[in-house]
Nanobody
Framework: QVQLVQSGGGSVQAGGSLRLSCAASGSPWRRYYMGWFRQAPGKEREGVAT???????SYQDSVEGRFTISQDNAKNTLYLQMNSLKPEDTAMYYC???????????????WGQGTQVTVSS
């Protein structure tokens, strides 16, 4: 099993930037595929960005070019750098891990506690 603890997030005006972090502990880090997901009120959880064990990356179309997913293997930490934020990016953001290759499907087994991102116009 892996435990995920998130940090970062908060409130920002449109056009601003935020960075989310997700520290993993437990099972070996390299065993898992990692991803960031978000869920806005009244909406389903959706994939934002994922990173494969070999470093391959996938983004949701709406964040491509604005968000960057990365990982620090020495620190067992996953990041999501969010630039040019828009009000529609407002949501609860979650990091996730799974030993299966699920890409942007929100069916990961392990989840962080969530962190709120609010973007005002």
């Amino acid at each position: 099993q892996v435990q995920l603890v998130q940090s970062g997030g908060g409130s920002v005006q449109a056009g601003g930037s935020l960075r989310l972090s997700c520290a993993a502990s437990g099972s070996p880090w390299r065993r898992y595929y990692m991803g960031w997901f978000r869920q806005a009120p009244g909406k389903e959880r959706e994939g934002v960005a994922t990173i494969d064990r070999d470093g391959s990356i996938s983004y949701q179309d709406s964040v491509e070019g604005r968000f960057t997913i990365s990982q620090d293997n020495a620190k067992n930490t996953l990041y999501l750098q969010m630039n040019s934020l828009k009000p529609e990016d407002t949501a609860m953001y979650y990091c996730a891990a799974d030993s299966r290759k699920l890409w942007l499907l929100p069916q990961y087994n392990y989840w962080g506690q969530g962190t709120q991102v609010t973007v005002s116009s």
